[in-house]
């Protein structure tokens, strides 16, 4: 079975077919899926998602893109989001310095990071990191927020080797998914060859980031098996090995039996 770490079921784009789609997946060998919310509608619908399907699991949290919707008010709402029985993580929360240029915006990003991050310490939940082209101001907040004692996931990753050991001597694990797969990804193939595999989990960031050869369709986890073919490669050991030895992982990544 697949453990998929990451993927956003409740965005628009699935509106069409979403229950048809997540109803096979257990069949296609999906086990389980954790849907990440991004902005605090997608936390109500990632939640409502949980509740329906018995292998869907919810993360709570708000992306670094959408941190201008929080005040003090919604914070405490999302507090008590992350009680609820299938919110197994904070997440997704960082930085994305990407999308986002002017100095206040980042500032704004900085503060509601570090608010997330101690809201997953009080709460005992692990956390579901995005960094995108922020790779120092990232490190300089979790390594002050003592991330090594709360745990969890850099999503997507897409730092050198270098910024990978900083977060694997944290104890964190790394989210791979489609971009493995792409020609101009070897940056990320190093990562993977670095990594020790019990450090890896299988992502998909659905409905983005499509593995080669469905590149430029919209993603699902039913295509985490090219992911999976990808890490086989790069690290020697069957399909099946990857897919057992990450399913442990996510299991333990969200604390799951
Ligand atoms: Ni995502």
Redesign the pocket.
Request: hydrophobic fraction near 20%; proline fraction near 0%.
């Given at each position: 079975m697949i453990f998929e770490t990451?993927a956003?079921y409740d965005d628009d784009w699935f509106d069409d077919d979403r229950d048809g789609l997540l109803s096979g997946m257990e069949e296609a060998g999906i086990g389980r899926i954790v849907n990440?919310a991004?902005d605090l509608a997608s936390v109500k619908s990632s939640i409502e998602l949980a509740e329906r399907y018995p292998f869907i699991y919810a993360a709570a949290g708000v992306h670094p893109s959408d941190a201008d919707q929080l005040n003090e008010e919604n914070f405490q709402w999302l507090r008590e989001q992350t009680k609820h029985p299938k919110v197994v993580a904070v997440g997704?929360i960082g930085l994305d310095y990407y999308w986002k240029k002017e100095p206040e915006e980042r500032e704004n990003q900085r503060y509601w990071f570090r608010r997330q991050l101690n809201l997953a310490r009080e709460e005992n939940l692990p956390v579901v990191i995005?960094s995108r082209e922020a790779a120092k101001d990232t490190l300089d907040i979790v390594k002050e927020e003592r991330l090594g004692e709360i745990g969890g996931v850099v999503?997507?990753f897409s730092y050198p080797v270098e910024i990978a050991r900083e977060y694997l001597n944290m104890g964190m694990y790394l989210g791979i998914g489609g971009v493995l797969t792409y020609k101009n990804a070897r940056t990320l193939k190093e990562v993977v060859a670095y990594t020790p595999m019990e450090r890896i989990v299988l992502e998909t960031?659905s409905p983005y980031l499509t593995p080669v050869p469905n590149r430029g369709k919209r993603n699902s986890s039913l295509n985490l098996p090219y992911v999976v073919s990808a890490i086989a490669e790069i690290k020697g050991i069957t399909p099946e090995e990857v897919m057992d030895i990450t399913w442990e992982n996510g299991c333990k990544l969200y604390r799951l039996e």
């Open positions: 990451h956003h990440i991004a997704e995005h999503h997507c960031d």
